[in-house]
């Protein structure tokens, strides 16, 4: 009996260990025992790219941003076109310019806009890997003629945006990332015009730069807001009810205190026939359309003759494209 009770709690210690190990990783051990662990979330370290994990925060290669050499001993991979280029609105950076497969692209202190030149090579290009111009288009929400081309010292031909040399950023590992932003405080997301992402902060309303249009106003998610002729801001109508609202979305109410570039007296807020509460712009009930997908898209201007973007004046935009 003596013999099997001590097998039993021998049993039961050893299970209890094993217990222990398998938890080891969680992050919860004691205070002051040192553990490392080595698991990485999926895809972390890989992209569709083939980067490899040459890249690293704040690290040395002259004030970079990355390690020098990296796993290919410092030979820049092969490029990749950026095809068709997109806008993708960064809750923190607004529109940030992206490749077709939503991943960022970056511009660099150290080269120069005019005239064009790349000052990253060897194993800077490593980390930050070359876009080329070859294959690359604008969406709607870039003008197409800030889009260029600087060859480089190698000869090969790279993309510039609004004359800067574009990068993407070897640690980004899936699309929306922008952990380049800001790293060796030299490089940072492109905005649409070329200039540096995040100039201003997005706000509930702001006004975009858009390229046919001019300077028309977007929500917080960066979409084209429009107004609807067969709306009337006095006496209030709402003319676009019940199966138009499947395809035209009323605009969520601002904040007066979060508006970039448009004047707050133009903001305020009107209540719908059924209760819920819309934004409205000089009066005017304002919405976003279901067929934009992305910053800068005007999918919506001049539908039907009664739809059209509007201005940071409040105004109608009724230039068509």
């Known amino acids: 009996m003596i013999t099997r009770r001590r097998a039993g709690l021998a049993a039961t210690a050893v299970a209890t260990l094993a217990l222990t190990a398998a938890c080891g990783s969680s992050g919860n051990q004691s205070a002051g025992t040192p553990t490392t662990d080595n698991v990485q979330p999926a895809g972390q370290g890989t992209s569709d790219y083939g980067y490899g994990s040459s890249g690293s925060g704040s690290g040395s290669a002259g004030g970079y941003g990355g390690q020098a050499g990296g796993d290919n001993g410092g030979k820049a991979p092969q490029?990749?076109?950026?095809?068709?280029?997109?806008?993708?609105?960064?809750?923190?950076?607004?529109?940030?310019v992206t490749d077709s497969k939503g991943m960022t692209l970056y511009r660099f202190d150290k080269d120069t806009a005019d005239p064009s030149k790349s000052n990253c090579s060897g194993s800077c290009a490593t980390t930050w890997p070359v876009v080329p111009s070859?294959?690359?288009?604008?969406?709607?929400?870039?003008?197409?003629?800030?889009l260029g081309s600087v060859t480089r010292a190698d000869g090969t031909k790279q993309l510039t945006i609004g004359g800067w040399p574009a990068?993407?950023?070897a640690k980004d590992t899936k699309p929306g990332d922008t952990k380049g932003q800001g790293v060796g405080g030299t490089w940072n997301a492109l905005a649409a015009d070329g200039k540096k992402?995040?100039?201003?902060?997005?706000g509930d309303v702001s006004v975009f730069d858009h390229p046919q249009l001019g300077s028309l106003l977007v929500d917080g998610q960066g979409r084209t807001l429009y107004r609807f002729n067969k709306d009337s801001a006095w006496p209030m109508k709402f003319g676009c009810n019940d199966a138009c609202l499947?395809?035209?979305?009323?605009?969520?109410?601002?904040?007066?205190?979060?508006?970039?570039?448009?004047?707050?007296?133009?903001?305020?807020?009107?209540?719908?026939?059924?209760?819920?509460?819309?934004?409205?712009?000089?009066?005017?009930?304002?919405y976003w359309f279901?067929?934009?997908?992305?910053?800068?898209?005007?999918?919506?201007?001049?539908?039907?003759?009664?739809?059209?973007?509007?201005?940071?004046?409040?105004?109608k935009i009724t230039t068509t494209p």
């Not at 070859?134 to 800030?146: C, E, R, V, W």
């Not at 934009?292 to 004046?313: C, H, R, Y």
């Open 197 to 202: 992402a995040g100039a201003q902060k997005p």
């Open 79 to 96: 490029a990749v076109s950026a095809g068709t280029l997109a806008l993708h609105q960064d809750t923190e950076l607004g529109p940030v």
């Open 134 to 146: 070859d294959g690359a288009s604008a969406p709607a929400g870039i003008d197409k003629s800030k």
């Open 167 to 169: 990068y993407r950023y």
């Open 290 to 315: 279901t067929g934009d997908k992305q910053p800068g898209d005007i999918n919506g201007q001049g539908k039907m003759g009664l739809w059209f973007a509007v201005s940071k004046e409040g105004k």
């Open 246 to 286: 499947d395809t035209w979305k009323p605009a969520k109410p601002a904040d007066r205190s979060k508006l970039n570039g448009i004047a707050p007296k133009l903001i305020s807020t009107v209540t719908r026939p059924d209760g819920t509460r819309q934004l409205a712009v000089d009066c005017w009930p304002v």
